[in-house]
């Protein structure tokens, strides 16, 4: 059992500064994005990557059993681009969710698929919720996202409030000249929906 202990020790990652043990582990399960936000593609979005270039399902859950696990990354977050754009996503958390040693499921997404698919989702195995959200109102939707959007967003943060979810949180990016003035607003919106509020520098 000793050797046991001291072999996890020795796999563990470890900030090199503080020493401090690395436990959560990012996987974007693609580049994809409907949304044009202007402070994260303000060029435009690059040509998206061919389908053959993503890591498969059974790629993801095999670096997650074999290397990631093993060395203490056990708080999986799912990202993209858009998460809920990679077809079978729901199929890929039941899969990360049955790995011995997975502690917790996190998604990050823009909400604009979210209403069909957050029960699923939360019944596979997503624990912790985030969805992104800047403003309330839909022409500045608009000038952010590019895409006049703002219902089915509204409609996905809805349903993930309906899901049982361990946690939920919003995240804003407040911009200077443009929602400022509804950072109150958003804090109130999400609390009564119950979502954590979490604003974001730019």
Request: aromatic fraction near 4%; glycine fraction near 8%; charge should be positive.
């Given at each position: 059992?000793?050797?046991?202990r001291?072999?996890t ?5 470890l ?9 959560k582990?990012r996987?974007s399960v693609?580049d ?7 402070y994260c ?5 690059p ?6 270039a993503l ?10 059993r074999?290397?990631?696990v ?5 708080r999986l977050?799912?990202?993209g681009?858009e ?5 079978g996503l729901?199929e890929l958390v039941g899969?990360?969710r049955a790995?011995e040693?997975?502690r917790s499921i996190?998604l990050?997404?823009?909400?604009e698929?979210?209403a069909e ?17 800047d ?11 590019r895409l006049?959007r ?6 996905g943060i ?7 979810f361990a946690s939920r949180?919003?995240n ?6 443009l929602?400022?003035?509804?950072l109150?607003?958003?804090?109130r ?5 119950g979502y954590e509020?979490?604003?974001?520098e730019?």
């Amino acid at each position: 059992r000793r050797e046991g202990r001291a072999k996890t020790r020795e796999m563990t990652l470890l900030d090199p500064v503080l020493r401090r043990p690395h436990r959560k582990l990012r996987i974007s399960v693609t580049d994809r994005c409907a949304f044009r936000c202007s402070y994260c593609v303000p060029d435009g979005p690059p040509a998206p990557l061919a389908r053959e270039a993503l890591l498969s399902f059974e790629e993801i859950t095999s670096f997650v059993r074999r290397a990631a696990v093993p060395r203490g990354l056990t708080r999986l977050r799912l990202t993209g681009g858009e998460p809920l754009q990679r077809r079978g996503l729901v199929e890929l958390v039941g899969q990360l969710r049955a790995i011995e040693g997975v502690r917790s499921i996190g998604l990050t997404t823009n909400g604009e698929r979210l209403a069909e698919a957050a029960e699923d989702l939360q019944k596979a195995g997503v624990d912790h919720l985030n969805v992104s959200l800047d403003t309330l109102r839909r022409d500045r939707f608009l000038e952010l996202v590019r895409l006049d959007r703002l219902d089915p967003v509204l409609a996905g943060i809805d349903a993930g409030a309906d899901a049982p979810f361990a946690s939920r949180k919003l995240n804003c990016v407040p911009l200077r000249g443009l929602n400022e003035d509804e950072l109150g607003t958003l804090i109130r919106f999400g609390a009564e929906r119950g979502y954590e509020v979490r604003f974001i520098e730019f």
